[in-house]
T-cell receptor, first 108, second 114 residues
Framework: GENVEQHPSTLSVQEGDSAVIKCTYS??????FPWYKQELGKRPQLIID?????GEKKDQRIAVTLNKTAKHFSLHITETQPEDSAVYFC???????FGAGTTVTVRA | SQTIHQWPATLVQPVGSPLSLECTVE??????LYWYRQAAGRGLQLLFY??????ISSEVPQNLSASRPQDRQFILSSKKLLLSDSGFYLC?????????????FGSGTRLTVV
């Protein structure tokens, strides 16, 4: 089955700086790569996704890049704000398999 | 509109008691449905998924079972809960088709086994 690895497990950044989270996957047949944000005690919420026919996608301060050859994808958050503090999960399909999560803390 | 419902929101159960968590979706037919568990401070572990009525795939051998008695209903059960079953249980469904699909989660059930 799909194995997704996510790094780093924790990330602390100064407000206004950028944050980057990286994931690798094992199943070359995976073709959908979503990123979820989970605030304490709440359900994961989709923030951005990318499909295998696209190399990069951007939505305001959030961008995702995908390298299918190397089987890795990354989340980039620019101009971080305190409300970006949360746990972020990457995932990959066939079945939706998740990385272990990255706890992002934005220092004011 | 398409929505996913999950209940109860919180549950405290003694060790050895049974469990039944329910997830239903509205506004769609024949959805792919998933059960995940999230232990405190950890990631999401896929427990079961279902592509149709009566079709259940188990990802991790454990003290839990799942059933899909109706097209839009997915149930997670246990005959005897263990302390290690505590966690945040999330139901998810796959919406859309072709190049426009995605996944969304229910609001979750926080289970504490005491």
């Amino acid at each position: 089955g799909e194995n997704v690895e996510q790094h780093p497990s924790t990330l602390s950044v100064q407000e206004g700086d950028s944050a980057v989270i990286k994931c690798t996957y094992s199943d070359s047949a995976s073709n959908y790569f979503p990123w979820y944000k989970q605030e304490l005690g709440k359900r994961p919420q989709l923030i951005i996704d990318i499909r295998s026919n696209v190399g990069e996608k951007k939505d305001q301060r959030i961008a995702v890049t995908l390298n299918k050859t190397a089987k890795h994808f990354s989340l980039h958050i620019t101009e971080t704000q305190p409300e970006d503090s949360a746990v972020y999960f990457c995932a990959a399909t066939g079945k939706l398999s998740f990385g272990a999560g990255t706890t992002v803390t934005v220092r004011a | 509109s398409q929505t996913i419902h999950q209940w109860p929101a919180t549950l405290v159960q003694p060790v050895g008691s049974p469990l039944s968590l329910e997830c239903t979706v509205e506004g769609t037919s024949n959805p792919n449905l998933y059960w995940y568990r999230q232990a405190a401070g950890r990631g999401l572990q896929l427990l079961f998924y279902s592509v149709g009525i009566g079709q259940i795939s188990s990802e991790v051998p454990q003290n839990l079972s799942a059933s899909r008695p109706q097209d839009r209903q997915f149930i997670l059960s246990s005959k005897k809960l263990l302390l290690s079953d505590s966690g945040f249980y999330l139901c998810a469904w796959k919406y859309g088709q072709g190049a426009g699909y995605g996944y969304t989660f229910g609001s979750g059930t926080r289970l504490t086994v005491v």
